[in-house]
Every structure is written in C-alpha cells, then in structure tokens.
C-alpha cells in the first residue's frame, strides 16, 4: 500500500476552471507539501503544511492555489482559474518532524490545462 | 536560495558499468537527499547523507558529501537496466519549514 495516495492521476482541464488535486498521506506524519514538475523540469516545491496551516510557501504559490487539509486524512491543493502555463506533474508528499528525516511522494497528479 | 545542481543533465552507460552523478548546492544544510524518479512517476527516496557525514553507502549506491565544496556525488555501481531513470539531489534546510529543494536532475540511460 503506498505512502502518498493522489487522486486524480490525470485531469484535463479547460483554461479558467478550478480544479482540485487531492492526496491521502496515510499514517501519522507532520509536514505535508505539494511540488510541481513541469515536464522535463525540476521538480518545484510550493507549499508546506504543518499543524493544519500553511508553514512556507514558495513566490509561485500565489493567490491562485489554496490548501487544506479539511478532515484531517485528505489534503488538497486548490488552483484557481488555472492557466496553460500550470499544466503539469504535482506532487503531494510527507515527512515526519526531525531534522534527517526522508520525504514519501505521491505519484503525481498530471494536470492538463487547454 | 539554495539549489541542488546535477552534472551531467544526461548520461548514457552499458549495462555493468558505473554510473557517477554529481550534485552542488549553495547554501548550508542539514543533509543532502538523492531521489529516483521513473518517467512520468512519483520520486523514490534512495539515500540521505547528513551534513556530518563522508561518506554512505546503501547496496549498490554510494553516496559522498563533500561540505567545504559544497557537493555530492551519487555512485551506483554495475548498473542495470532497471537503473534507467532521472535522479534528484535535495537540499534540506538547517532553518523554515524541512522543504526539500530539487536540483535539474541526471537522466539516466543504461544500454543493455
């Protein structure tokens, strides 16, 4: 059974939409993140969770992308009135707390914008 | 900030030889983490090195710090052909919220 759960895999959407990206993180860790690759590149962090609210956020985590963790298993990442230039891979991942710890990633959402 | 940088962007071997990719980083950090990625999959953990730390190695993979150079390098010994993937160096910062930030990655190809 996998750490990081994503759902959908792939999603295709039309300029303008909102979408919602969802990831199940099982187990009880404490950092939560969201990454994006654009294809071909590397790999972007955007935002990090902690204790239910953001904790650091990247300048291309702007007013477009929202998180929640609303009952405490899903976490989302909400893109608002998406654009072609987020079409992309994004990842959901977790850590435990402590300073050498490793990182379990989802296997990605690919979302499409058209 | 601090960014992990791969060298090379690309690299082509036969299956049984070794596979060295290297890794700079600018700034301070707690440890430096190597990731697998499969195309078009989700990054696998393969090794993390602290910042007090040479040298590690894990089965096939050997893993060096050099913090003064502010570099790393990532050794997989007598490759295969399931080795054929990118690979990510991240940096994990001593201070903010344990982000982990990816350097541009070495694709790898074993030709068997």
């Not at chain 1, 071909?40 to 985590?61: D, M, P, R, W």
């Not at chain 1, 992308?65 to 989302?76: A, C, I, K, L, Y």
């Not at chain 2, 710090?65 to 940096?91: E, G, P, V």
């Amino acid at each position: 059974e996998p750490e990081v759960t994503q759902t959908p895999s792939h999603q295709v959407t039309q300029m303008g939409q909102e979408v919602i990206l969802r990831c199940v993180p099982i187990s009880n860790h404490l950092y939560f993140y969201w990454y994006r690759q654009i294809l071909g590149q590397k790999v972007e962090f955007l935002v990090s969770f902690y204790n239910n609210e953001i904790s650091e956020k990247s300048e291309i985590f702007d007013d477009q992308f929202s998180v929640e963790r609303p009952d405490g298993s899903n976490f989302t990442l909400k893109i608002r009135s998406t654009k072609l230039e987020d079409s992309a891979m994004y990842f959901c991942a977790k850590r435990g707390q402590g300073q050498n710890t490793e990182a379990f990633f989802g296997q990605g959402t690919r979302l499409t914008v058209v | 900030s601090q960014q992990g940088e791969e060298d090379p962007q690309a690299l082509s071997i036969q299956e049984g030889e070794n596979a060295t990719m290297n890794c700079s980083y600018k700034t301070s950090i707690n440890n430096l983490q190597w990731y697998r990625q499969n195309s078009g999959r989700g990054l696998v953990h393969l090794i993390l090195i602290r910042s007090n730390e040479r040298e590690k190695h894990s089965g096939r993979l050997r893993v060096t710090l050099d913090t003064s150079k502010k570099s790393s390098s990532l050794l997989i010994t007598a490759s295969r052909a399931a080795d054929t993937a990118s690979y990510f160096c991240a940096t994990d910062s001593p201070r903010g919220a344990q982000k982990l930030v990816f350097g541009q990655g070495t694709r790898l190809t074993i030709n068997p």
